[in-house]
């Protein structure tokens, strides 16, 4: 093989060498970005599961309460 060709050759692989770190680079922190999204998509469903219940219990309650004020509206109505 010729010098030329050698010198040609290991330019090639040097510019290889220098994408696939680029690659590898990228990948990691794209990886790292997954993990970060991921982490805050467990956060906002946790707090909307949370939301959810709150809003559940807050409904029981109102409907006991309408319930409560309707059976004693009757009562008074009844007792008139």
């Known amino acids: 093989m010729s ?4 010198i040609v050759l290991e330019d ?3 510019k290889f060498d220098t994408v696939i770190e680029a690659f590898n680079m990228v990948r990691e922190r794209l990886d790292r970005h997954e ?3 991921e982490g805050r998509f467990q956060r906002l ?3 909307v599961l949370s ?6 219990e807050i409904r029981q309650d109102l409907n006991e309460h309408r319930n409560n004020t309707e059976l004693h509206a009757t009562k008074k109505e009844k007792a008139s």
């Open 3 to 6: 010098d030329e060709l050698k």
């Open 12 to 14: 090639v692989k040097e």
């Open 35 to 37: 993990q970060a999204e």
């Open 45 to 47: 469903e946790t707090e």
């Open 51 to 56: 939301i959810k219940a709150d809003v559940t």
